[in-house]
């Protein structure tokens, strides 16, 4: 199977580079294609640089995969997944992986994420899709993140369908990771965001932990107990059951 590797923390993260080794392992015929700079928050967003109406791109050598074709391109993540489907990385893919991102991407703040955009694109346009995200630590745990990558990638290659997975890791030791679980999107992310300051033309703003207590079966709930997660996402569509005022 065709898969096009791909993230928001840019072609040189470790994590790219993990979840192309798994992907590898696992059989697939892969591409690498992501940003040349970071564009974590930048959701399902279009924008690259372009010179002359070009997208601009370099070729790129994948540590510990150098047979691998690997690009670094000057566009956020999704506008890749979009330009990888009508064949610019080469053969179109039938899966898209993206991740594995370092810090997690849980709850309704999926909205935001570039790593999850990527995903949700790649299903707007007729792939599965993954996305995977490790929580953020000093000594980030990416044999954990690889280990639970391995069978994500597994359960997606047998799904069908336009399914988007979106997979979390938390940070624990090895021998104190738990099984990996459904999750429902918990009301809030991991991260909240509060204004610290107002003033004559600006604010400034704090990010910062929650503290909010998340309800029981939510992907912050289960990551609390060492319980890596996954949530299957849909992409945009319509509320059918919408009635006008």
């Not at 074709?69 to 990385?89: N, Y």
């Not at 991740?99 to 999850?116: D, K, M, P, Q, Y």
């Not at 996305?131 to 799904?159: C, F, G, H, K, Y």
């Not at 503290?211 to 990551?223: F, K, M, N, S």
Request: aromatic share 4%.
């Amino acid at each position: 199977m065709r898969a096009l590797i791909t993230n928001d923390d840019g072609i040189d993260s470790e994590g790219i580079a993990v979840l192309a080794r798994v992907a590898h392992d696992a059989g697939l015929d892969l591409t690498v294609a992501a940003p040349s700079w970071d564009s974590s928050g930048a959701s399902a967003s279009l924008t690259a640089v372009e010179q002359d109406g070009r997208v601009l791109f370099e070729r790129r050598t994948l540590r510990g995969l150098p047979e691998v074709d690997a690009f670094a391109v000057e566009a956020a993540p999704a506008l890749i997944v979009r330009l990888a489907t009508t064949g610019a990385f080469g053969e179109e893919p039938e899966l898209v992986l993206s991740g594995i991102n370092h810090g997690l991407n849980t709850g309704r703040a999926v909205l935001h994420s570039g790593t999850v955009g990527a995903a949700l694109t790649a299903a707007t346009h007729g792939c599965r899709a993954l996305a995977i995200s490790l929580a953020l630590s000093e000594e980030p745990r990416w044999d954990n993140a690889a280990q639970v990558a391995a069978v994500a990638i597994d359960q997606l290659m047998r799904s069908g369908g336009e399914i988007v997975l979106n997979v979390n890791v938390p940070d624990v030791a090895p021998e104190n990771l738990r099984s990996l679980e459904r999750a429902h999107l918990a009301a809030f992310g991991a991260v909240t965001a509060t204004i610290t300051e107002r003033g004559a033309g600006h604010i400034k703003v704090a990010y910062a932990g929650t503290r909010a207590e998340p309800e029981e079966g939510t992907d912050v709930a289960l990551l609390a107990q060492g319980h890596p997660t996954y949530t299957p996402l849909l992409t945009v569509c319509e509320d059918h059951d919408f009635a006008a005022v």
